[in-house]
């Protein structure tokens, strides 16, 4: 009965993106990554980033990314499976349960994790770079993170 409580208390939402192969997992109440943080874990390969990532990849066959934000986790599935109420209850399940279990944000994440302060605006960024950083920052990302994703880091190349 507690249990049942708790998961009712943590329940996430499932959103559609215009990715018909992924799923985003988000509630206002839960923390996956810390504030302005990121974790992508682009296949199995990377389940080591963090724990959820595992248990995910661990649990379904069918998860080929994931990728977690401080309010929500996007499942990306191989193209060859779909999205059934079954399989995205079971998900959803999954998920709750985890977080029922894990309410903290595992404290010993840090290689998988990217930050999102590449678009702050330096003292010596000329007027164009500025503006990019402007319009990714303040227009591109918030977009990108609405559908489930990030935009990643900019290179020091740029």
Known sequence: MIRRTLSRCYS?????TPNPDCLKFESSLVEFVPEGMTCDCPSPHYKSRHPLAGFIFDQYPEARAVFLANQYVTITKFNHFHWN????????DLL???VVANPAIPPE???GLE?????RILPDDDEV??????????NVRPMVQADGGNIPRISSAV
């Open 85 to 92: 109420g079954t399989l995205q209850n079971s998900m959803l």
């Open 109 to 111: 994440l840090g290689d």
């Open 129 to 138: 770079v500025q503006c990019i950083k402007e319009l990714l920052a303040g």
């Open 96 to 98: 709750n349960r985890y």
């Open 115 to 119: 930050g999102n302060d590449d678009t």
């Open 12 to 16: 996430l939402l499932i959103k559609e």
